[in-house]
């Protein structure tokens, strides 16, 4: 079992940065690759961002590719998103999860097993 905990969300001007922090509570954190995820009133939840279980790779949409940083600290079971030159299309609740996996590499943009509760990020314009 995994019970991701988000924090770091708030509220911030256009053009600024926030990082966003993902603590995992699990035995074997270095085993599920790792993602965030967003939903805007009215929209679908979207994948934002993921990275492996072991940091060898990571994924962006395109929406964000250049401005967000996913990482992740396995001694600290936390992943992070650094988020930077941020926008008002930006706003909505952000979520983390978690999925097991064998492969060093596997991104998932879909299908996780395990979710926060979600943080809300608002961006002004």
């Known amino acids: 079992q995994v019970q991701p905990v988000e924090s770091g969300g708030g509220l911030v001007q256009a053009g600024g940065s926030l990082r966003l922090s993902c603590a995992a509570s699990a035995r074997a954190f270095s085993d599920y690759a790792m993602g965030w995820f967003r939903q805007a009133p009215g929209k679908e939840r979207e994948f934002v961002a993921g990275v492996s279980r072991s940091e060898g790779a990571t994924d962006y949409s395109d929406s964000v590719k250049g401005r967000f940083t996913i990482s992740r600290d396995n001694a600290k079971k936390t992943v992070y998103l650094q988020m930077s030159t941020l926008k008002p299309d930006d706003t909505a609740v952000y979520y983390c999860?978690?999925?097991?996996?064998?492969?060093?590499?596997?991104?998932?943009?879909?299908?996780?097993?395990?979710w926060g509760q979600g943080t809300q990020v608002t961006v002004s314009s």
């Open positions: 999860a978690a999925t097991f996996t064998h492969s060093a590499t596997y991104i998932p943009t879909r299908r996780y097993d395990y």
